[in-house]
């Protein structure tokens, strides 16, 4: 990736004015020309998913939450409800929590997937939101016994584009709720890096990203259990060590060292004149050399 694209590891100054009304044509009509084809391709998609949210759960199947966006304007943003409807935020106030209660288990899926964001395509094509960008924190959201507004109202430049569905800080492992100040100010970072250094190839790269790693974490169930399967059947070697003896292991030659046929001690032997009989392993079926007189009438 080019030497500007790379991972920030402060807020970084900035390098030039963010986008501009150019910048802001070509991003709108990036948007529209993406956005537009997925809302219509992922539709079907999205249909499914509002039945299995309705059936999971009592409540509707889109939740509505207030978000700072462009120039620190408040937008409504659309995702499926992922909380019983009785559990659910409006404030931003409590974020998740890890085994959080209030989460489905249609939502659980849902959120691992980052699918629940699906309906912010709407958001998109009306213009509130752009498909990448600094992505919108609610309104009251709060970290620790603080607002996360104090933090955000630092860095104007993050608000000066349009926030997205996913960004470079998403796509640098940075999703999900906020933990700490540090966390925080980490994404404020890739966000502010994202912003002054904004091209399409950029948004693209993201956009390439942000779909594989909805496939990794689609794909891993499978990968698990196509795993678990392959190491639940024995091998061939397996199978081969594992054969009990037949009556054809022991008419072979038996080898001087241990085998399945007997332990070491285990051959029996004749005794006076029969000891040039032939050798037969007692865990075979084999029994000490006959008496001395029966050995001589089998002779006759």
């Known amino acids: 990736m080019h030497a500007e694209h790379a991972r920030p590891d402060r807020i970084p100054a900035p390098a030039r004015r963010p986008l501009g009304r150019f910048g802001a044509a070509v991003k709108r009509t990036e948007d529209l020309l993406l956005g537009v084809p997925l809302l219509v391709a992922l539709l079907p998609v999205m249909l499914v998913i509002g039945v299995l949210v309705r059936l999971d759960s009592p409540g509707p199947a889109l939740f509505r939450q207030p978000r700072t966006g462009f120039h620190d304007r ?15 935020d409006v404030a931003g106030v409590h974020q998740e929590e890890e085994h959080d209660p209030r989460v489905t288990r249609v939502g659980r899926v849902l959120r691992r997937l980052r699918l629940d964001e699906l309906p912010q395509l709407l958001n998109v094509v009306e213009g509130t939101m752009s498909l990448v960008g600094p992505r919108p924190y609610p309104a009251g959201m709060m970290i620790g016994n603080h607002p996360a507004h104090d933090e955000l109202a630092k860095h104007a430049r993050r608000r000066a584009v349009k926030p997205g569905i996913t960004g470079w800080a ?20 890739y966000d502010l890096h994202y912003v002054h250094n904004w091209t399409v190839l950029l948004d693209l790269a993201i956009l390439v990203r942000t779909a594989w790693g909805v496939a990794r974490q689609a794909l891993r169930p499978l990968v698990k259990l196509s795993r678990g399967i392959a190491g639940a059947s024995p091998t061939r070697h397996a199978r081969a060590q594992s054969r009990a003896p037949t009556h054809l292991d022991c008419a072979m030659p038996q080898p001087k060292a241990p085998d399945a046929c007997g332990a070491p001690g285990a051959w029996m032997a004749g005794t006076g004149p029969g000891q040039d009989d032939e050798k037969v392993p007692a865990a075979c079926g084999g029994r000490k050399s006959a008496p001395y007189g029966l050995k001589r009438w089998r002779r006759r």
């Open 74 to 88: 408040l937008i409504t943003v659309r995702k499926f409800r992922t909380m019983r409807n009785d559990g659910a």
């Open 170 to 189: 998403q796509v640098n492992g940075l999703a999900g709720p906020v933990t700490s100040d540090a966390d925080l100010r980490r994404r404020i970072a």
